[in-house]
């Protein structure tokens, strides 16, 4: 999240263990720059706010201590919302979104699914001023299953509209290969799918993907693509 300095910002504490209700808590806000802080006492229950206004640009971290006497978390970062930069020059951010979606628990934001994610991510890259997404590919496996296969890129196609719609340009990447059946032939035999990314692939079948590739995208003159 990402708020705007010298402006209040409330944090809401829902505790939902019963055995927590009606005890206390310390809320305690930090900042490595400025020398912010504040401590506060809370009563844990539902919806329990505590705010504070911050002074100066930075992250602040926010953390409490429960009646267990454990600790827990999280972090705000304040800036300036920038207005977008210029087509002239490309300012861009590596947000792993297909990672978000794709791969979930893990790599998805904290109590959102892929789709929330995504859009949060590009909310905070709108805020910034970003006018240039690089991404991961969806990836080759993910556009094909086999040699010279139909390529399906429905996949990868939401990540692009997601971006495109939002104004940005999104930079690709060409890279990797899409598991055994899709490496050079001199890694057949010792191929370790915990490396894969690591092997060169069939160069035919790469000319495949990537031939398809292009022709599904020529028209997206929103696209930079990597190799």
Known sequence: SLFEPNKEITVVIDCQKKDFSGKQAGVKISAGQGGFLKKERVTLGKGQKVAFTPDCNGIYTVSFKTPDNKSHSFTVAVMPKNERASDDFYYGIQPYLTRAYYWGEGFALPNCDGDNSVDLMLDAAEYMGVNLVREDSVGWGAVQSKAMGDADFTQQDYIVNKVNERGM??????????????????????????????????????????????AHYKNNTDILWEI
């Not at 990797?176 to 060169?200: L, P």
Request: glycine fraction near 6%; aromatic fraction near 22%; charged fraction near 20%.
């Open 169 to 214: 340009k999104l930079n690709l990447i060409f890279g990797f290969n899409a598991g055994k059946w899709s490496a050079s032939s001199e890694f057949q035999n010792n191929y370790d799918e915990s490396k894969g990314w690591t092997y060169a692939p069939n160069p035919e079948y790469w000319h495949d993907y990537v031939t398809k590739t292009a």
